[in-house]
């Protein structure tokens, strides 16, 4: 049985061929025709495998959404468990419990929270030192594109390239 690969190299054969002789013999014909029809059956074969591939896919990202969901519930009910179990040791003034299998233990933290109009004080009262900048430069392909078309930019690092996409309805 033919590959895809193999057909289309013999489909090119017969045609470069073809363009040496001076006309297409009937054995040439019925050749190509063999060729082109066994190439149009293996495309469709392979269309099928793509959509079954795609179909998968679909699958398998349901099942990550799915999942997903699933994780979010349990990191929630967690939350909740390790909040309750806090709340109820420090309420009892119960800092550390010891038992044959766990020990649980309360220990103090210090976290700094910053308000959103933390930035714009720091900014009023030259405190700019308490603030990390962080810019992301990200190319405008739209305006890019338009001014290629156009003929205004000339930049070897940006180009229209054209591509050929696959479609199978």
């Known amino acids: 049985m033919s590959t895809l690969y ?14 040496n002789e001076d006309g297409l013999s009937e054995e040439l014909i019925d050749k190509l025709e ?3 029809e066994t190439f149009n059956e293996k495309a469709n074969n392979v269309a099928l495998v793509i959509e079954e591939l795609k179909a998968d896919c679909g699958k398998i990202n349901n099942e990550i959404d799915r999942l997903n969901s699933r994780l979010a ?15 109820k040791m420090i309420y009892i003034g ?7 299998i766990h020990t649980i233990s309360i220990r103090k933290s210090v976290k700094t929270e910053v308000s ?13 030192n308490f603030i990390n900048k962080k810019v992301t430069y990200t190319p405008n392909r739209m305006l890019i594109r338009e001014e290629i078309e156009k003929g205004n930019l000339e930049c070897p690092y940006a180009q229209l390239v054209e591509n050929q996409n696959l479609i199978i309805k």
């Open 6 to 19: 193999d057909i289309a190299n013999e489909y090119a054969e017969i045609l470069s061929n073809c363009c």
């Open 94 to 100: 119960k800092n550390k419990v010891e038992t044959p």
């Open 34 to 36: 063999n060729i082109d």
């Open 116 to 128: 959103d109009q933390f930035i714009d004080w720091a900014i009023e009262n030259q405190k700019e």
């Open 73 to 87: 519930v349990k990191v929630k009910n967690l939350r909740r468990l390790e909040a309750y179990l806090k709340d």
